[in-house]
């Protein structure tokens, strides 16, 4: 197994620019990205459109309306809202996955493969089948991030059990476990209410149909303050790179950090399969792909993962909703059947 390139600790000045410049690309990239996500559709709806009643709604008062109230109704309560959390979503898997891969050195490493979604998508099935929004709208994240830490327990418990320390026995371990509370989740769905199998449905397969405004606060509030934590870490991932001994050397609780990244991890991942499902190769795709862009210095790695995510999954969205249209297809049918063409890639590349 080979693990990420190891990064120099000084960053010059060139590629601080090169830097600058993918980011404002970017940016811009992910703003057409959204405009065209909310454009495109059963109905059509012209970037002029979508541009006057995002203005419009922001209060911008030089914005005179020529669209009627269904186009407006698409644009701001539907199509904007999802697309808003499929930039969320993929913005969230990738940097987490990206962690995982620094502190397991396991290119392989993905909260899909490591189980942690299925956990995620367990505890989902739980509250919408068995105990019900005991807890309002809050029920379905919190049983989901529980389910996901349950599940990364499960993998370090199994791993220490089997002394399954490398690599590659770890995905391994993933797997099974993965596999394990899959057979949970479907005995949850066995002994549930048939009625509900469409909502199950959903989180086995992922989608981001049910995106409203109400919902985006709960990703949002997680995600800001735990990617700008791994961000503030970007050192210590950068060490733990290397290896466990060299971190130590360096003064890095290695256990423990490794420990929080599984937990902050279990808490993102949690939180967006609550809301959009199982989504698969996010997390392992985009951190292969921006280390072949801008190495691996993880300063540079995690934002520009979640850029990447953001806008990967903006656009498996958008093939989703018009590859069977009008039928909507899952997303998660997309982003697996890219990842799995890039894991064979990686398997002919080499490089796990």
């Known amino acids: 197994m080979s693990a990420p ?17 993918w980011g ?3 940016v811009i990239a992910l703003l057409f990205s959204i405009s065209f996500a909310i454009s495109i559709g059963a109905v059509s709806v012209p970037l002029s459109t979508v541009w006057g009643v995002v203005l419009e709604r922001f209060q911008i008062g030089w914005i005179e309306p020529t669209w009627s109230k269904g186009h407006a109704a698409i644009v701001w309560d539907i199509r904007f809202p999802r697309a808003l959390l499929a930039g969320l979503v993929g913005a969230g898997l990738a940097v987490v996955g990206a962690a995982l891969q620094a502190v397991t050195r396991n290119p392989l490493a993905d ?5 942690i979604s299925s956990g995620a998508a367990f505890g989902a ?8 929004l005991f807890l309002g709208l809050l029920t379905v994240p919190l049983l989901a991030f529980l389910g996901a830490l349950g599940a990364t327990v499960m993998v370090l418990g199994v791993v220490q059990f089997t002394s399954a320390a490398g690599a590659d026995r770890l995905v391994l371990v993933g797997v099974a476990v993965s596999f394990i509370v899959m057979a949970g989740a479907n005995i949850l769905i066995f002994l549930g209410d048939p009625r509900a199998a469409h ?16 919902h985006l606060m709960y990703p949002i509030a997680i995600l800001v303050p735990c990617l700008f934590w791994m961000w503030h870490r970007s050192s210590d991932l950068n060490a733990m790179t290397v290896g466990d001994e060299t971190a130590t050397t360096l003064g890095i609780p290695v256990k423990r950090f490794r420990l929080q990244i599984f937990v902050v991890g279990a808490l993102i991942t949690g939180t967006l399969v609550a809301f959009s499902g199982i989504i698969g190769f996010v997390g392992l795709m985009i951190p292969h792909i921006v280390r072949l862009v801008f190495g691996g210095d993880y300063r540079g790695i995690l934002p520009f993962s979640a850029l990447f995510g953001a806008l990967f999954l903006i656009w498996a969205d958008i093939a989703a909703r018009t590859v069977m249209a009008p039928e909507d297809m899952p997303i998660g049918i997309v982003t697996g059947l890219i990842g799995g063409i890039f894991f064979i890639w990686l398997l002919r590349q080499g490089r796990t």
């Open 111 to 115: 909260p899909h493969l490591l189980g």
């Open 125 to 132: 099935i739980l509250a919408l089948l068995h105990t019900g």
């Open 24 to 26: 404002v690309g970017g």
């Open 199 to 214: 909502t199950v449905i959903f989180w086995m397969l992922g989608g981001l149909g049910l995106a409203q405004w109400g």
């Open 5 to 21: 390139n190891v990064p120099t600790t000084d960053t010059p000045h060139p590629r601080q620019r090169m830097f600058v410049l």
